[in-house]
């Protein structure tokens, strides 16, 4: 179903060979983005339950653990396939549609919004991650572990609402490449 977003927006506009290779592009981009948010929502459910035991918080903890080298991936894929998409929709020559067009400003507004998603992805796994597993460990009460892993994936998790509803809105313009 993800991927079949990418046949109904510009990635199946572009045409040829260099068509098929914007749409496998934009097919891996919806994926990776998908398994990334589908991540976001799995551990916002795990974070928001209120009779947590200890066994529950180790399963967390585990997930995290799990997810880091898959998540690290899917934002490989994310980058990569970007660039590529950003090569066929903005294209060298039409850089400065960035800033002088609809779509180029919401392109940079979702840019911001993935660094800021990245920002909050690289603080769970480096720190908060690391907290919850010390507090595991260490029989301390991990409250304020799960407290704040719980409020950065959660604001994680709405900077992805709002990085959908602007992937929704840039599927409705012209691309900067056409203007």
Not at 50 to 70: E, P
Not at 132 to 161: Q, Y
Request: proline share 2%.
């Amino acid at each position: 179903v993800c991927v079949s977003r990418a046949w109904v927006c510009h990635g199946a506009a572009t045409k040829g060979a260099a068509g098929l290779v914007h749409l496998v592009a934009d097919s891996f981009h919806l994926l990776a983005a998908a398994g990334w948010i589908g991540a976001l929502v799995a551990f916002s459910l795990m974070l928001v339950q209120r009779h947590r035991t200890v066994a529950a918080v180790g399963t967390l903890d585990r997930a995290l653990q799990r997810f880091a080298g898959i998540g690290a991936g899917f934002v490989a894929v994310i980058l990569a396939t970007g660039l590529i998409n950003s090569y066929f929709l903005v294209g060298l020559e039409h850089l400065q549609g960035l800033w002088t067009t609809r779509y180029g400003e919401l392109l940079s507004l979702k840019i911001i919004l993935f660094i800021a998603m990245l920002a909050f992805a690289a603080r769970n796994r480096l720190q908060l991650a690391p907290a919850l597993e010390h507090a595991l460990n260490s029989g301390e009460p991990s409250r304020s572990a799960l407290a704040s892993l719980r409020r950065s994936i959660l604001s994680e998790a709405a900077v992805a609402v709002f990085v959908l509803g602007l992937v929704a809105w840039l599927c409705t313009l012209a691309p900067v490449s056409n203007l």
